[in-house]
């Protein structure tokens, strides 16, 4: 009875909204699917909401082929209207199918996509719509080897969009149908063309109309131009041009909005309106990123797209969550793993000035067993392309978006893949010369001078060496003349569990299962003081900022992350680049608490402050403290037995923190 009463409504709502609304119009189609996941030859079947995944990220990731399948009424009204469906991301694959009659497959975890589905739908009737999804590994859909699980599933929105018969495309690549190239921004002028692809069916001239307004609301631009019939999406275009615009950068985003209207101004067959900001990209000569001729310090973290208890099924209030935690650390920019995240988060980097890099899925995984990652198949190659162009059309117009990413830590080993790098790295500048691109390298060679950036994944003092190499290494990257050529940032990471705890440091080994937090401590401090004195690299990226399910590890999570998989158990590191990086808040913090019951009588004590030199109080007893390296103070040799409070305060007493430590000599020593 819920259900049909759920059928009559959105009957009746879609009926109403088509007499009063001759534009576009969505519909969510969230609720009320039937989910069957085919799993060892068995079906199990279940009602669900989306967004879903039938993996939550805290077992074993479960790679099986799954049916959704959901009724949806379309009204007689309606006929005459054209009806599309748009799914915000399925892993990976998608067959998706109307009354039983296929409309068509999506290949990609990551990206959007859209059908119109106008001639296989029944007016006046309920309708099925069935979705088979597998997200089972194939070797033409990348990614093929990485450290996340693709937990499949249709984990974003799905919706039903009703727009007239002359429209902006909503098929082309699964995108918004309107792309603002910006060919030339500086303080005195901003100009380019708006790209439009129109979808017309009429016959005769439809006039495509551009506005933009700026963030007073005052018109700075408007512009008309005909297009004719277009069975197939072509791209129509505008040009425009502002004197003195107001510039987009992290410290003041301004957004413009572009409205695109078809056929008349006063009575138009369909509306797409957007923001965008306008600024330039550029690296200058001392190898700094820069925003309209600024340089930028880059602190950047890499977002992986799970979550404990959600796995990727992240809603609008998780990405909210996410980014504040990003913001709060001091963190100005996020790189997007693999692919890109939802569309909400990147309009929040629109609106907070938060830099972002997106990649492409093609990767190789960091443990020893990664397998193969490439694939020199026509199939594999093509599937690449495809994402590609669907990562650049959907995000092209987020003026957070300042760089596209070709590949990460792809290894020397089978097929050479560096004539397929070169093809994706003119693809991105062939449709996007406005943006860098950018690639994640933990090998020697010429790969590393393809694309316009790379930033260099360093394992030095954890795999290999020590920490002091890390100088060493800044050094080469210095005085060699080749290594000038190179537009260079860093990468670093190691894992950390909280609850591991140790008393004495050694080398954790690769594929460890036991991970003490203060490893992953003691490298991050070694990293970032010896990165801050040898201040050479365009940007600094932490990998990764929340840790999140790799069913290819044998823990079954990488625990790389400065936030645990429950994004909410700060560890040690977090701290350490808030009171590095974070000049707006306060932080006074005592590091290694995790590891409260210890053996020795004899301790050291660490504590990151942003808020100047700390006062130490041990028991009843002020300690003195050394200035180990910015904003990490350390106090050696301080006595302790039983159970001792360690506080904490700065020199006004309004900042303050505290600890409980337990001398326990009978703890078996780790």
């Given at each position: 009875?819920?259900?049909?009463?759920?059928?009559?409504?959105?009957?009746?709502?879609?009926?109403a909204?088509?007499?009063?609304?001759?534009?576009?119009?969505t519909?969510?189609?969230?609720?009320?699917?039937?989910?069957?996941?085919?799993?060892?030859?068995?079906?199990?079947?279940?009602y669900?909401?989306?967004?879903?995944?039938?993996?939550?990220?805290?077992?074993?990731?479960?790679?099986?082929?799954?049916?959704?399948?959901?009724?949806f009424?379309?009204?007689?009204?309606?006929?005459?209207?054209?009806?599309f469906?748009?799914?915000?991301?399925?892993?990976?694959?998608?067959?998706?199918?109307?009354?039983?009659?296929y409309?068509g497959?999506?290949?990609?975890?990551?990206?959007?996509?859209?059908?119109?589905?106008?001639?296989?739908?029944?007016?006046?009737e309920?309708?099925?719509?069935?979705?088979?999804?597998?997200?089972?590994?194939?070797?033409?859909?990348?990614?093929?080897?990485?450290?996340?699980?693709?937990?499949?599933?249709?984990?974003?929105?799905?919706?039903?969009?009703?727009?007239?018969?002359?429209?902006?495309?909503?098929?082309?690549?699964?995108?918004?149908?309107?792309?603002?190239?910006?060919?030339?921004?500086?303080?005195?002028?901003?100009?380019?063309?708006?790209?439009?692809?129109?979808?017309?069916?009429?016959?005769?001239?439809?006039?495509?109309?551009?506005?933009?307004?700026?963030?007073?609301?005052?018109?700075?631009?408007?512009?008309?131009?005909?297009?004719?019939?277009?069975?197939?999406?072509?791209?129509?275009?505008?040009?425009?041009?502002?004197?003195?615009?107001?510039l987009?950068?992290?410290?003041?985003?301004?957004?413009?909005?572009?409205?695109?209207?078809?056929?008349?101004?006063?009575?138009?067959?369909?509306?797409?309106?957007?923001?965008?900001?306008?600024?330039?990209?550029?690296?200058?000569?001392?190898?700094?990123?820069?925003?309209?001729?600024?340089?930028?310090?880059?602190?950047?973290?890499?977002?992986?797209?799970?979550?404990?208890?959600?796995?990727?099924?992240?809603?609008?209030?998780?990405?909210?969550?996410?980014?504040?935690?990003?913001?709060?650390?001091?963190?100005?920019?996020?790189?997007?793993?693999?692919?890109?995240?939802?569309?909400?988060?990147?309009?929040?980097?629109?609106?907070?000035?938060?830099?972002?890099?997106?990649?492409?899925?093609?990767?190789?995984?960091?443990t020893?067993?990664?397998?193969m990652?490439?694939?020199?198949?026509?199939?594999?190659?093509?599937?690449?392309?495809?994402?590609?162009?669907?990562?650049?059309?959907?995000?092209?117009?987020?003026?957070s978006?300042?760089m596209?990413?070709?590949?990460s830590?792809?290894?020397?080993?089978?097929?050479?893949?560096?004539?397929?790098?070169?093809?994706?790295?003119?693809?991105?500048?062939?449709?996007d010369?406005?943006?860098?691109?950018?690639?994640?390298?933990?090998?020697?060679?010429?790969?590393?001078?393809?694309?316009?950036?790379?930033?260099?994944?360093?394992?030095?003092?954890?795999?290999?060496?020590?920490?002091?190499?890390?100088?060493?290494?800044?050094?080469?990257l210095?005085?060699?003349?080749?290594?000038?050529?190179?537009?260079?940032?860093v990468?670093?990471?190691?894992?950390?569990?909280?609850?591991?705890?140790?008393?004495?440091?050694?080398?954790?080994e690769?594929?460890?299962?036991?991970?003490?937090?203060?490893?992953?401590?003691?490298?991050?401090?070694?990293?970032?003081?010896?990165?801050?004195?040898?201040?050479?690299?365009?940007?600094?990226?932490?990998?990764?900022?929340?840790?999140?399910?790799?069913?290819?590890?044998?823990?079954?999570?990488?625990?790389?992350?400065v936030?645990?998989?429950?994004?909410?158990?700060?560890?040690?590191?977090?701290y350490?680049?808030?009171?590095?990086?974070?000049?707006?808040?306060?932080?006074l913090?005592?590091?290694?608490?995790?590891?409260?019951?210890?053996?020795?009588?004899?301790?050291?004590?660490?504590?990151?402050?942003?808020?100047?030199?700390?006062?130490?109080?041990?028991?009843?007893?002020?300690?003195?403290?050394?200035?180990?390296?910015?904003?990490?103070?350390?106090?050696?040799?301080?006595?302790?037995?039983?159970?001792?409070?360690?506080?904490?305060?700065?020199?006004?007493?309004?900042?303050?923190?505290?600890?409980?430590?337990?001398?326990?000599?009978?703890?078996?020593?780790?």
């Amino acid at each position: 009875m819920k259900r049909f009463l759920t059928i009559i409504l959105l009957l009746t709502t879609m009926a109403a909204v088509a007499a009063e609304y001759p534009l576009r119009t969505t519909m969510s189609l969230n609720h009320d699917w039937q989910f069957y996941l085919i799993e060892d030859g068995a079906a199990k079947a279940e009602y669900v909401t989306l967004p879903h995944t039938w993996n939550s990220g805290e077992h074993r990731c479960v790679y099986a082929t799954a049916h959704y399948t959901r009724t949806f009424a379309v009204p007689a009204t309606m006929r005459g209207k054209r009806l599309f469906l748009r799914f915000g991301g399925v892993q990976s694959v998608a067959s998706v199918f109307v009354n039983g009659r296929y409309v068509g497959e999506h290949k990609g975890a990551y990206t959007g996509f859209t059908f119109e589905v106008t001639d296989k739908v029944r007016y006046g009737e309920n309708n099925t719509l069935m979705v088979v999804v597998s997200n089972n590994q194939r070797s033409d859909v990348l990614p093929i080897s990485l450290d996340q699980d693709i937990y499949g599933g249709i984990y974003r929105d799905v919706e039903l969009l009703v727009a007239n018969r002359n429209i902006v495309s909503p098929t082309f690549y699964g995108s918004e149908g309107v792309f603002v190239e910006q060919h030339e921004v500086s303080q005195e002028r901003a100009s380019g063309v708006v790209k439009v692809h129109l979808s017309a069916l009429d016959e005769g001239a439809h006039m495509v109309n551009m506005r933009i307004v700026a963030p007073d609301g005052y018109e700075v631009c408007r512009h008309s131009v005909k297009g004719g019939k277009a069975d197939k999406p072509v791209a129509v275009e505008l040009p425009f041009s502002i004197d003195y615009p107001d510039l987009w950068s992290p410290e003041s985003p301004t957004l413009y909005r572009v409205e695109i209207s078809i056929g008349n101004f006063d009575k138009p067959s369909d509306v797409v309106m957007l923001n965008v900001g306008f600024r330039d990209i550029s690296v200058n000569d001392d190898n700094r990123l820069c925003i309209n001729g600024q340089a930028v310090d880059v602190c950047g973290v890499n977002l992986a797209h799970d979550r404990a208890g959600v796995g990727v099924a992240l809603s609008n209030e998780h990405l909210d969550s996410d980014l504040a935690a990003i913001r709060s650390m001091g963190a100005n920019a996020l790189r997007s793993l693999t692919g890109p995240h939802a569309a909400y988060l990147y309009e929040r980097c629109d609106k907070e000035g938060v830099l972002v890099w997106v990649d492409l899925p093609l990767t190789c995984s960091l443990t020893r067993f990664g397998g193969m990652y490439f694939y020199p198949t026509d199939a594999y190659k093509a599937n690449g392309m495809e994402q590609l162009q669907e990562i650049l059309y959907q995000n092209y117009n987020h003026p957070s978006v300042v760089m596209w990413g070709v590949f990460s830590l792809v290894t020397g080993r089978g097929d050479d893949v560096m004539p397929y790098v070169r093809e994706l790295n003119d693809m991105v500048h062939k449709l996007d010369p406005s943006r860098k691109s950018v690639a994640c390298s933990n090998r020697d060679g010429e790969i590393n001078f393809i694309t316009d950036l790379v930033v260099l994944r360093q394992d030095v003092g954890w795999t290999k060496g020590s920490y002091e190499d890390v100088a060493v290494w800044c050094s080469q990257l210095t005085n060699n003349k080749k290594f000038g050529k190179l537009r260079y940032g860093v990468c670093y990471g190691e894992e950390g569990v909280i609850e591991h705890t140790v008393d004495q440091l050694s080398r954790t080994e690769v594929g460890a299962r036991y991970l003490p937090e203060r490893n992953q401590t003691v490298m991050h401090e070694r990293y970032i003081a010896l990165i801050n004195e040898n201040p050479i690299f365009w940007g600094i990226w932490l990998d990764n900022m929340f840790d999140h399910a790799s069913s290819i590890n044998p823990s079954g999570k990488r625990y790389s992350g400065v936030v645990g998989f429950d994004h909410q158990a700060k560890k040690d590191s977090y701290y350490l680049y808030r009171a590095l990086w974070n000049s707006s808040e306060p932080t006074l913090y005592i590091a290694e608490r995790g590891w409260q019951r210890r053996c020795d009588e004899l301790q050291t004590i660490k504590v990151y402050s942003s808020v100047g030199r700390p006062t130490l109080v041990v028991g009843g007893d002020s300690v003195e403290m050394h200035e180990l390296s910015p904003k990490c103070w350390c106090a050696d040799s301080v006595v302790f037995s039983g159970e001792t409070m360690v506080r904490v305060h700065d020199a006004s007493g309004q900042h303050r923190d505290s600890v409980k430590i337990i001398i326990d000599k009978l703890r078996v020593r780790r």
